[in-house]
């Protein structure tokens, strides 16, 4: 059982390169979420899928796009990078009934990205 | 707008003190107030906090929720260098909000 897993662990892109980040889950979660963090700025929701099938934006989409490509995969894209995209990326899942949102949610270890 | 605050930013302390850490929050809907730690990497869960004035306790670590006045404290005693960290404080509506963090720093 490996919890949440993210791949890559470190990525450098130029400005204007796209790219995925992955993410997986094996605790059979039906809601998955992306966030990113910025020094002095907490996290801050990018997107999430309350279910298969369903994705919905967060508190700052712009320049992302989602896909939850099953129950367990839930990928994040940045069609053309910019620098103040510069992050560090979590995706997390939450397995609880009652709707999307609540009680504890089990984060990945994070993608470190440097758009340069 | 919803927001959560968390203070002091920052904190250093020896080991063996006694910390308090402040979250407050202005949401609406309020559902519950989430404590985790975070190290280097992905933040781990500490406590979930729905109902005032009853505290949560794990080891050193204890919490308790205000509703009234709107917030939380997370208490570490006999604090030791491990307890190094960002303390995340996040509250849940129809949206899961995150305060900036209060990093603290355990010296021998």
């Known amino acids: 059982n490996a919890g949440v897993t993210q791949t890559p662990k470190f990525q450098v892109l130029k400005t204007g390169q796209s790219m995925t980040l992955q993410c997986a889950q094996d605790?059979?979660?039906?809601?998955m979420y992306w966030y990113r963090q910025d020094p002095g700025m907490g996290l801050r929701l990018i997107y999430y899928?309350?279910?298969?099938?369903?994705?919905d934006k967060g508190e700052v989409p712009n320049g992302y796009n989602v896909s939850r490509l099953n129950k367990r995969e839930f990928s994040l894209r940045l069609e053309s990078a910019a620098p103040s995209q510069t992050s560090v990326y979590f995706c997390?899942?939450?397995?609880?009934?009652?709707?999307?949102?609540?009680?504890?949610?089990?984060f990945g270890p994070g993608t470190r990205l440097t758009v340069l | 707008e919803d927001k959560v605050v968390q203070s002091p930013l920052s904190l250093v302390v020896h080991e063996g003190d006694t910390v308090t850490l402040n979250c407050s929050y202005e949401?609406?809907?309020?559902?519950?107030l989430l404590w985790y730690k975070q190290e280097k990497k992905a933040p781990t869960f500490l406590f979930m906090l729905?109902?005032?004035?009853i505290e949560k306790k794990s080891g050193r670590l204890s919490s308790i929720l205000d509703k009234k006045e709107l917030f939380s404290i997370l208490n570490i005693t006999a604090t030791q260098t491990g307890d190094s960290a960002v303390y995340l404080c996040?509250?849940?509506?129809?949206?899961?909000?995150f305060g900036t963090g209060t990093r603290l720093q355990v010296f021998p």
């Open positions: 997390a899942s939450r397995g609880l009934a009652g709707g999307p949102w609540g009680n504890e949610q089990f």
């Open positions: 996040a509250v849940t509506t129809d949206k899961l909000i």
């Open positions: 729905t109902s005032s004035g």
């Open positions: 899928s309350a279910s298969e099938g369903t994705t």
């Open positions: 949401v609406t809907n309020f559902r519950s």
């Open positions: 605790m059979n979660h039906n809601s």
